[in-house]
């Protein structure tokens, strides 16, 4: 069997508006009598992908997918320096995720969720786990102080040059060089000026794919356009200077809420941009979890080890539901 099923388009789609404001964009592909499944895409930011809606067998799955607040199809988008992100957090999220439940009549879904997506579906499963069958995340964060402080200087030393560009890139929006880079690209994705906006999702992206392009993968061909860049930069930089608005750690310490949900983790050996330590951890923490480690993996699901993984851990609920 092919890593990913063949492409599928959306059987169904729409906006669900929220009633603050915002318009969440949904779709659902598969099999409309299947088992529910919830896709929540990675970033923050960065909008469900095409590819995501491969990695569940659609003759046995209702496979959901949507856009998180002011991403992708969603609006407003973060992409206009006018449209205000207070209202974009994690319990906003998390409150949508349910309004989306209820809306689609669904009573339990499996969430996957990769790197962000797994922050999210952990926040979802620990505040709602009497809506979760079972749970498949990949590239494990929990987005802790010490998570988002690596993604913006830990990983300095393995790229000393990239890192190099990183802090010229705010040398003419902040005082000082070694400042927080989350809170100094913040601003200067918030300025007037539209070309201190795109210059700094440029620079916030470039440093990103430094551990991507390690990898031996291409960059998502999404990192083209310039509206992606500057709606993916402005809500990631957005989370991080808000930690994402959890208690540090919380999601690990409140991982006996998923007591009786299923879950399997897949970690990448070779994934920089979230080491293996989160996961090792959650698994410890979750005794229904169970960690499986890729040794030639690394943090993107468009790796083949990863997508084979994946395809394989949304499978094993497939057939575990039906015998």
């Not at 009573?107 to 079972?134: C, I, K």
Request: charged share 20%; hydrophobic share 40%; net charge negative.
């Amino acid at each position: 069997m092919p890593a990913l099923y063949p492409e599928i388009e959306p059987h169904d789609h729409g906006l669900l508006d929220t009633g603050d404001g915002n318009l969440i964009h949904w779709e659902a592909c598969g099999n409309p009598m299947g088992r529910p499944a919830l896709v929540l895409h990675g970033g923050p930011g960065s909008g469900c992908s095409t590819a995501a809606r491969r990695q569940f067998d659609p003759d046995a799955y209702r496979i959901i997918l949507f856009d998180q607040r002011n991403c992708g199809r969603s609006l407003p988008s973060a992409a206009d320096p006018e449209t205000d992100l207070s209202l974009n957090t994690t319990w906003h999220l998390v409150a949508d995720i349910e309004s989306l439940r209820l809306f689609l009549g669904i009573d339990r879904w499996l969430l996957f969720g990769n790197s962000w997506g797994s922050t999210l579906a952990l926040a979802y499963a620990e505040t709602h786990p009497q809506h979760v069958t079972a749970m498949v995340i990949s590239g494990v964060t929990t987005t802790r102080r010490s998570e988002i402080d690596w993604l913006c200087r830990g990983m300095a030393p393995l790229f000393p040059e990239e890192w190099h560009r990183f802090r010229q890139g705010i040398q003419s929006g902040a005082p000082e060089l070694d400042e927080d880079m989350a809170s100094a690209y913040h601003r200067l994705l918030n300025a007037p000026d539209p070309e201190t906006r795109l210059k700094a999702a440029r620079d916030w992206h470039d440093w990103e794919s430094a551990s991507i392009l390690l990898a031996g993968e291409g960059l998502p061909r999404r990192w083209a356009d310039p509206a992606y860049l500057l709606t993916r930069a402005r809500i990631i930089t957005h989370y991080f200077v808000n930690g994402a608005w959890l208690e540090d750690g919380v999601l690990l310490k409140n991982a006996a809420r998923l007591a009786g949900i299923p879950g399997i983790l897949l970690q990448g050996r070779f994934d920089i941009e979230a080491p293996l330590v989160t996961a090792w951890e959650l698994a410890r923490a979750w005794p229904q979890s169970e960690l499986v480690i890729l040794p030639r993996a690394s943090h993107s699901t468009a790796n083949p080890d990863m997508s084979a993984a994946i395809v394989a851990a949304t499978d094993r609920f497939r057939d575990s539901c039906q015998k």
